[in-house]
């Protein structure tokens, strides 16, 4: 097939790192699998993220130099990452650094200078991904819907529809496909408040392997006021911050068991989403980092119809999904192609997302 090499570049609201991955595409399937990889953000740049993050849209001052920061970050692994791989890519896409997100105020917020980044690689830099879908009454988000039709298509068959990819980030998300219908949403907390209780207490950076929260046990009455949060019972399309909602109710927990209701709160989201959808689906592709966590998998299984995996189990890779969707969204500019729909994001009209930075001459 035709198609372009493009390099794809994502950092989740956790801000754990800047996923790179280079597919060849021509924006309708995946023509190859390139390279993918992680590559940390300096400690400096990740603490000025989470903090401007947290404070909710609030103290702008700084955003200017984490924005001159996060480009500087992406470039030098942009670099290496192509440098390593023998890559010479057509584009690479900057989705740039999420501080805020506010959809009802039409205002989501990305840091990063794609037309310095654009200078400094030489390459032609697509970034503002979001922006154009917002100007249309959309959410702004989730993006990767159309790349997980893609997805389906190519690689899982439609004998397993209706299925769901469900992608457990610092927020979790879902996109429903059932044959060329298309459904997505952003469904409540996935890591994010988990990981924030972990890193309070100081043990870690984030419960690996759930082994944190299988020795605790889950408080049910917190639990069922917490699942009382308006926008859990919202149909879609909808998106939120990672800060839209709060784990206080566990403040006066211990550790453990403060983790294991956390934990349980997001499966419990998860479940309640399943009733949002038109049909259960037969199967859930788990990506992002939650699938690591075998905890939470098993809280899944127990919970969801259709059986439960990974994506990986379907030689998906869950680590690097997001950042070939954005490739994939990048190839889709390029076409013509739409990038969000009505479905997906609730704008207008089918919307193509991002601007094109080219490198001065």
Not at 122 to 135: E, Q, S
Not at 230 to 235: A, R
Not at 259 to 286: D, N, Q, S, Y
Request: net charge negative.
């Amino acid at each position: 097939m035709t198609g372009w090499s493009i390099v794809g570049t994502i950092s989740g609201t956790s801000a754990d790192g800047i996923d790179l991955a280079e597919i060849t595409t021509d924006g309708h399937t995946v023509g190859r699998f390139g390279p993918a990889e992680t590559t940390g953000y300096r400690p400096a740049t990740r603490d000025r993220v989470l903090a401007a993050a947290g404070r909710k849209g609030k103290g702008r001052e700084d955003w200017p130099q984490i924005a001159q920061d996060v480009t500087a970050d992406h470039a030098g692994a942009i670099r290496a990452f192509v440098d390593n791989n023998a890559l010479q890519p057509d584009a690479v896409v900057f989705h740039g650094q999420t501080v805020w997100h506010d959809p009802k105020a039409g205002e989501t917020v990305q840091l990063g200078d794609p037309q310095a980044l654009a200078d400094d690689l030489r390459l032609p830099v697509i970034a503002d991904v979001r922006l154009a879908d917002m100007g249309a009454g959309g959410e702004g988000a989730p993006l990767v819907p159309v790349y997980h039709q893609a997805l389906a298509k190519t690689l899982v068959g439609v004998d397993l529809e209706p299925l769901c990819f469900l992608n457990i980030g610092g927020v979790s998300n879902l996109t429903f496909i059932d044959g060329d219908g298309l459904l997505a949403f952003d469904i409540g907390p996935g890591n994010a408040l988990l990981d924030d209780w972990v890193r309070q207490h100081g043990a870690g950076d984030f419960d690996a392997g759930g082994a944190i929260a299988a020795k605790g046990k889950a408080d049910e009455a917190r639990l069922s006021e917490a699942l009382k949060h308006p926008f859990l019972s919202e149909p879609g399309p909808k998106s939120l911050d990672r800060y839209s909602f709060s784990g206080n109710f566990v403040d006066d927990m211990g550790l453990e068991d403060g983790a294991a209701t956390l934990m349980t709160f997001t499966a419990e989201v998860i479940a309640k989403a399943e009733g949002l959808l038109p049909r259960p689906p037969r199967l859930w592709l788990v990506c992002g980092g939650g699938r690591l966590n075998p905890v939470l998998m098993q809280a899944l299984r127990d919970r969801l119809s259709g059986d439960v995996v990974s994506a990986n189990d379907f030689r998906i890779d869950g680590d690097a999904l997001e950042a070939q969707a954005m490739a994939f969204l990048g190839a889709r500019l390029k076409a013509g192609l739409p990038t969000t729909f009505p479905e997906t994001t609730g704008a207008a009209k089918p919307v193509t997302g991002g601007k094109v930075y080219l490198p001065a001459v």
